[in-house]
C-alpha cells in the first residue's frame, strides 16, 4: 500500500484535498466548502470536492477579488511545504496578468474615492440623508 502512495502517477486525490494540499485554502473543509460553492472550476466546468484530480488538468479558482487559473503538474494527498506545494501547480501567464492589471485597477481607485478624514458633522449628515432621498 505505501509502494502506491509513493507513486504520484497511480494516485487517486480527492479535488478538496488537493487544494488543501496546495495550500490554496488553509484546511481541507473550507477547500470543500468553497468546491461546492461554486468558487473551483474543473476543465471549465463546476466540480464536486470527490472529483479525481489529474495532472495536467486546468483549474480556475476565485478567491476574492482574483481569478487563479493554474494547471495541475503533480498530486498530493499531504499538505507541504509552501516550496513543495507551488510545484503541484502552475499559474498560467495570462491569470498572472489579469490579477496584476486587477491589482493597478484597485490601487487606482483608491485616488478616485478619498475615505474621510473623520465622521460627517450634523450638517453634512443632513446633506448625505437629502441625496440618499432623491
Do not use: C
Amino acid at each position: 500500500m505505501s509502494q502506491k502512495r509513493s507513486d504520484n502517477t497511480s494516485q487517486n486525490v480527492r479535488l478538496d484535498k488537493w487544494l488543501w494540499a496546495a495550500r490554496f485554502y488553509k484546511t481541507r473543509a473550507l477547500a470543500r466548502d468553497m468546491v461546492q460553492a461554486g468558487k473551483v472550476h474543473y476543465n471549465g466546468q463546476r466540480a464536486k470536492p470527490g472529483r479525481a484530480v489529474e495532472p495536467g488538468a486546468m483549474l480556475k479558482i476565485t478567491a476574492g477579488w482574483d481569478v487563479k487559473e493554474v494547471e495541475v503538474l503533480g498530486l498530493s494527498d499531504k499538505r507541504l511545504g509552501a516550496p513543495q506545494a507551488q510545484a503541484l501547480y502552475q499559474e498560467t501567464e495570462e491569470s498572472q496578468a489579469q490579477r496584476e492589471r486587477n491589482q493597478l485597477a484597485r490601487k487606482m481607485n483608491t485616488f478616485h474615492n478619498p475615505h474621510p478624514d473623520g465622521r460627517p458633522d450634523k450638517k453634512q449628515r443632513r446633506e448625505i440623508i437629502k441625496m440618499k432621498q432623491r
